[in-house]
């Protein structure tokens, strides 16, 4: 018997990703925890730059905040200052977080502000055509790395989680995927989780996604998730790093 599953109202509206982005299961994946736990009117999504602005309302039919490049760390601090019965959620890529935001993230992290942080990290800056950013895999093509990521002279890809997961107070870290159905309902768990430390008032959380953007990787979504498990998920292992409600 076939299941169907309505649509979270957050995602009622068309939006304009790409077919097979990771994204979308990230997004859905939100709206869905955020209707579950009674909050998807009463969260403010901070957007950093990217793919992810494709979710500007009318996508997410919720209050959203469009920051500047790399500021959403910031910007969902000064949120969850300002109205703290609301959920403030930084949703950002990898190169918004981790390149031109690192210091904005790690800031918000070491000062472990009640924020929940999502990060799709894709191995690219995907919005402005698929440039090298500093989770590019060692040898992988990109259109400012032609012959390949030469770690030895950029340095090898960044580990944001593991450094934010070294801070004492930070509440909760995790990896997951939109590899596999079963991969996608453990990302929701750590969403869940996230989600819900931030209800209880428990700190600094960040949930990181390693996710496919097939468009400038140039592979089918089946290619992509071979790569991901052959090259990307080794580099970055799935799971939580770390958990103190345990
Ligand atoms: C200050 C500033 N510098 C550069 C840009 C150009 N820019 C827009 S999106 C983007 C990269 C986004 O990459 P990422 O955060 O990884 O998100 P993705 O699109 O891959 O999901 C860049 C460099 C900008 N908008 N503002
Ligand atoms: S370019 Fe990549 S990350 Fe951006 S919407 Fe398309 S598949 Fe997704
Ligand atoms: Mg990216």
């Known amino acids: 018997m076939a299941v169907t599953k309505s649509v979270p109202r957050l995602l009622e509206n068309p939006?304009?990703?790409c077919p097979g982005c990771g994204h979308g299961i990230v997004f859905r994946l939100l709206a869905e925890v955020l209707e579950e736990e009674g909050y998807d009117q009463k969260t403010i999504l901070t957007l950093g730059v990217g793919c992810c602005c494709n979710m500007n309302p009318?996508?997410?039919k919720g209050d959203v905040i469009q920051t500047a490049h790399g500021r959403a760390g910031a910007t969902a601090t000064g949120v969850k200052v300002g109205r703290p019965d609301l959920l403030s959620i930084a949703y950002q890529g990898d190169g918004d977080a981790y390149v031109i935001g690192l210091a904005e993230t790690l800031n918000a992290a070491y000062r472990n502000e009640p924020i929940t942080?999502?990060?799709v990290l894709n191995n690219n800056f995907a919005m402005t055509g698929g440039q090298m950013s500093w989770t590019t895999m060692p040898?992988?093509?990109t259109v400012t790395s032609p012959n390949g990521r030469d770690c030895d002279i950029t340095g090898l890809p960044i580990k944001v989680p593991e450094i934010v997961a070294s801070f004492e107070n930070v509440n909760y870290v995790?990896?997951?995927t939109t590899i596999s159905a079963a991969e996608i309902n453990k990302l929701k768990k750590y969403i869940q989780t996230a989600v819900r430390n931030q209800i209880e008032g428990k700190g600094y959380s960040m949930v990181e996604v390693v996710s496919p953007?097939?468009?400038n990787w140039r592979k089918g979504v089946?290619?992509?998730a071979a790569w991901m498990?052959?090259?990307v998920i080794p580099y970055y292992p799935l799971g939580e790093l770390k958990n103190n409600n345990k």
Do not use: Y
């Open 15 to 17: 939006h304009t990703l």
């Open 58 to 60: 009318p996508a997410w």
């Open 117 to 119: 942080v999502i990060t």
């Open 139 to 141: 040898g992988q093509v």
């Open 174 to 176: 995790a990896r997951g």
């Open 213 to 215: 953007c097939p468009t």
């Open 222 to 224: 089946a290619d992509c």
């Open 229 to 231: 498990n052959e090259e």
